[in-house]
């Protein structure tokens, strides 16, 4: 099932690799720790209120991530008009 033709869903977490040594500067940009998930997420929110463009930039590899609906679904295949703003 494609995402592309779905309405953008805000203030969904979007997960990020953020190594260890970079831990203060993502709490800095507003991220926090998912304990459940052992890793770091920072809000997709509305009008780019959030730092989400400059974490993902930053800490994009291996691909940053949403869960929606309950699975793990990567932002490149969410379509850039459809993932509320992000990029």
Known sequence: MGYSN?????NVRVYLSVPFCDKDEAKYLGC???SNFKKWFCID???GKSNV???IERWNNPEPYKIIDGKKISLYMISKYN???TR
Do not use: I, L
Request: with cysteine; glycine share 6%; charged share 40%.
């Open 6 to 10: 779905r309405e953008p869903q805000m």
């Open 32 to 34: 926090r720790w998912d």
């Open 53 to 55: 463009s400059k974490c």
């Open 45 to 47: 929110s509305d009008y």
């Open 83 to 85: 993932r509320g703003f």
